[in-house]
């Protein structure tokens, strides 16, 4: 699948039945995984569902950082501007989950960007955590997908935002294959991973994945929770949560 190919199936994009994996291996060890169902998108040729079947996929500005008066497009055009880098219109792709059944929660959704001739500009990870709170990490992968970034962001209630993250995020394929890593002083206390195999998105697509999951984005939102409800009565300290920094001025666009 090259850069200037549309994605595969009547709606122009691709599903994934995706595992998450999360390993914790310190100060104690705790792993548990869910399931959810991920989309890869055109930010220039979203999915046009039918009517009957919006309501089970929705890709709403307001899910995401920036102006939700704006596209998706506009405002990740924005953020990059804020930090120097112009696609000139070139491609962006999506993975991300849709909105279903009235409920989203997406602990990461990865932008990757192309030149208008199809070479990889950037690579974008938008991270999410349960308190509401948002964070865009802009990447440079090399040839295998593999980007590092200082943490600069609270996400889990049991690890400070120090570290750093070594990241594997190469673009989806017949197969999506992403593991982030955080990096502390003394090893690795942490590793998530995405597997999935990827389907065409289409009407039946839709309906075998939700009659599958009807709540997956809520199943996973719960079980994060869930975990962290485990881990509190396991005697793992909470990490004082940061005053949410002031947002970063993204740079208009005419």
Not at 94 to 117: E, K
Not at 169 to 179: M, N, V, W
Request: charge should be positive; hydrophobic fraction near 40%; charged fraction near 20%.
């Amino acid at each position: 699948m090259t850069p200037a190919a549309p994605l595969p199936g009547p709606w122009g994009a691709a599903l994934y039945d995706s595992t998450t994996t999360h390993v914790r291996t310190a100060p104690l060890r705790h792993a548990f995984r869910h399931r959810g169902l991920l989309w890869l998108v055109d930010l220039d040729a979203l999915p046009r569902l039918p009517v009957l079947l919006r309501p089970l996929a929705r890709f709403r500005t307001a899910d995401h950082p920036g102006d939700p008066r704006l596209t998706l497009r506009r405002n990740l055009d924005h953020y990059l501007a804020g930090e120097g880098v112009d696609l000139a219109g070139g491609r962006v792709l999506m993975l991300t989950q849709a909105r279903s059944l009235g409920h989203v929660f997406n602990p990461i959704t990865v932008y990757w960007c192309h030149t208008p001739d199809g070479r990889p500009a950037c690579t974008v990870a938008e991270v999410h955590n349960t308190y509401g709170g948002h964070h865009r990490y802009l990447l440079h992968p090399d040839a295998d997908g593999h980007a590092d970034a200082a943490k600069e962001f609270y996400v889990s209630p049991f690890f400070p935002v120090d570290g750093a993250y070594r990241m594997r995020l190469p673009r989806p394929g017949e197969r999506l294959d992403l593991t982030i890593q955080l990096e502390r002083e003394g090893g690795r206390p942490f590793t998530a991973t995405v597997h999935a195999t990827r389907t065409p998105a289409g009407p039946a697509a839709l309906l075998r994945a939700v009659l599958r999951r009807p709540f997956a984005t809520l199943a996973v939102s719960l079980n994060i929770r869930y975990q962290g409800i485990r881990l509190l009565l396991r005697g793992l300290p909470v990490q004082p949560r940061p005053a949410r920094p002031q947002a970063k001025e993204e740079v208009p666009l005419p």
